[in-house]
T-cell receptor, first 115, second 116 residues
Framework: NAGVTQTPKFQVLKTGQSMTLQCAQDMNHEYMSWYRQDPGMGLRLIHYSVGAGITDQGEVPNGYNVSRSTTEDFPLRLLSAAPSQTSVYFC??????????????FGPGTRLLVL | AQTVTQSQPEMSVQEAETVTLSCTYDTSESDYYLFWYKQPPSRQMILVIRQEAYKQQNATENRFSVNFQKAAKSFSLKISDSQLGDAAMYFCAYRSPRPGTYKYIFGTGTRLKVLA
């Protein structure tokens, strides 16, 4: 198993450009989520999905869109990049929230710089 | 709303010694999950240990153990026999068990330095 993969690893954007951060998992996990990590602020939840076709907003959803057409993939779209979106983005997945053995697996992160 | 606080931005420990990282949280729920995650320089987030609030026994994973004080809403991580590979950012996290809830709340992290 590759686990959770994210592409690209690093990206530079100009203000106003759009792009999609890719996230995929091969563990057949129902639950997937996107976080951003900023210095001194820990990880903050952007969007999450509890299954294919179902998504919901997290703590900081503005400026981001998500969709979940398959169990494996959960892309994050920046519609019009802003310097405030400069951050490190992590994708995570877990088997379910109903089990006591639930563990969240993280991808390696995508570092995004918006100029 | 739940909050997680890590009041130690940075800690240092001598190799082979023991260090304790602090975490406090605020919630009105009686049942929940608490986690410690490690983030080494590679930036990968790695689960270190997990505690269910309904369990009175403190979780232990090899050299890592927690001191869970539910009444005080405290969840500290003890690392015994510290190794150079333990150097990383450590994040405390909270999750509600309520059905349909899938929101983790993370603290701001503690950077652990291990001195040779």
């Amino acid at each position: 198993n590759a686990g959770v993969t994210q592409t690209p690893k690093f990206q530079v954007l100009k203000t106003g450009q759009s792009m999609t951060l890719q996230c995929a998992q091969d563990m057949n996990h129902e639950y997937m989520s996107w976080y951003r990590q900023d210095p001194g602020m820990g990880l903050r939840l952007i969007h999450y999905s509890v299954g294919a076709g179902i998504t919901d907003q997290g703590e900081v959803p503005n400026g981001y869109n998500v969709s979940r057409s398959t169990t494996e993939d959960f892309p994050l779209r920046l519609l019009s990049a802003a310097p405030s979106q400069t951050s490190v983005y992590f994708c995570a997945s877990s088997r379910g929230i109903w089990t006591t053995q639930e563990t969240q697996y993280f991808g390696p992160g995508t570092r995004l710089l918006v100029l | 709303a739940q909050t997680v606080t890590q009041s130690q931005p940075e800690m240092s420990v001598q190799e082979a010694e023991t260090v304790t990282l602090s975490c406090t949280y605020d919630t009105s729920e009686s049942d929940y999950y608490l986690f410690w995650y490690k983030q080494p320089p590679s930036r990968q987030m790695i689960l270190v240990i997990r505690q269910e609030a309904y369990k009175q026994q403190n979780a232990t994973e090899n050299r890592f153990s927690v001191n869970f004080q539910k009444a005080a809403k405290s969840f500290s991580l003890k690392i015994s026999d510290s190794q150079l590979g333990d150097a990383a950012m450590y994040f405390c996290a909270y999750r509600s068990p309520r059905p349909g809830t899938y929101k983790y709340i993370f603290g701001t992290g503690t950077r652990l330095k291990v001195l040779a």
